[in-house]
């Protein structure tokens, strides 16, 4: 699972109801990412942190958002703002810039399949 | 700009050898990576190629970089029915916004008996 818990599994949502995906990490890194993918695309980068307290928007934040809190969580919450929340979200991890990483690699958990009807 | 490049679809037969491409358009990039998705699951880190070298291998695969043309290429060796699955590259683009990953498309291999 790349050392990386997404919960859960599958999740459904009536349209308009906020929801919140979970992430954790239990590698003590610093930098924590949650993609969005859809069927037959790539991944899409909605928001990224390279260390607690401090977050960026990636390609597609509008109607997301996310806090980092604690180290080994950032939660992403789908609002209802979000046009199209139907999709693969995928959480993933790296060592980030004060980790010395030989290799910058991103490391994903398993994954939550998100279904709002 | 970042923008990563992949076809999206191969058929290989077992045994034989797949050869997953990729391009790339940032001339800055310095890791370049693949992963493998399998249904339902994320993604799963399979190899990785520093931008100052030209090819890795590791057991089955094996990663070719021409740099020059911005190509990237996965070899897989006596492909396997365990090998079906969608093969993304990405590569690590140098931004303001720190360590950030560009995904391809990914391209679906699907191995037939």
């Known amino acids: 699972d790349g050392g990386i818990t997404q919960s859960p599994k599958y999740l459904f949502r009536k349209e308009g109801q906020n929801v919140t995906l979970s992430c954790e990490q239990n590698?003590?890194?610093?930098?924590m990412y949650w993609y969005r993918q859809d069927p037959g695309q790539g991944l899409r980068l909605i928001y990224y942190?390279?260390?607690?307290?401090?977050?960026q928007k990636g390609d597609i934040a509008e109607g997301y958002s996310v806090s980092r809190e604690k180290k080994e969580s950032f939660p992403l919450t789908v609002t209802s703002a979000q046009k199209n929340p139907t999709a693969f979200y995928l959480c993933?991890?790296?060592?980030?810039?004060?980790?010395?990483?030989?290799?910058?690699?991103?490391?994903f958990g398993p994954g939550t399949r998100l279904t709002v009807t | 700009g970042e923008d990563v490049e992949q076809s999206l679809f191969l058929s290989v037969r077992e045994g034989d050898s797949s050869v997953i491409n990729c391009t790339y358009t940032?001339?800055?990039?310095?890791?370049l990576y693949w992963y493998k998705q399998e249904p339902g699951a994320g993604l799963q880190l399979l190899t990785y190629i520093f931008s100052n070298m030209d090819m890795k291998q590791d057991q089955r695969l094996t990663v070719l970089l021409n740099k020059k043309d911005k190509h990237l290429s996965l070899r897989i060796a006596d492909t396997q029915t365990g090998d079906s699955a969608i093969y993304f590259c990405?590569?690590?683009?140098?931004?303001?916004?720190?360590?950030?990953?560009?995904f391809g498309t990914g391209t679906q291999l699907k191995v037939e008996l």
């Open positions: 940032d001339s800055s990039s310095t890791y």
């Open positions: 993933a991890r790296s060592t980030g810039l004060a980790g010395g990483s030989r290799s910058w690699a991103q490391y």
């Open positions: 990405a590569e690590r683009v140098l931004t303001g916004g720190g360590n950030k990953l560009t």
């Open positions: 942190s390279q260390i607690v307290n401090d977050f």
């Open positions: 590698l003590n890194h610093d930098a």
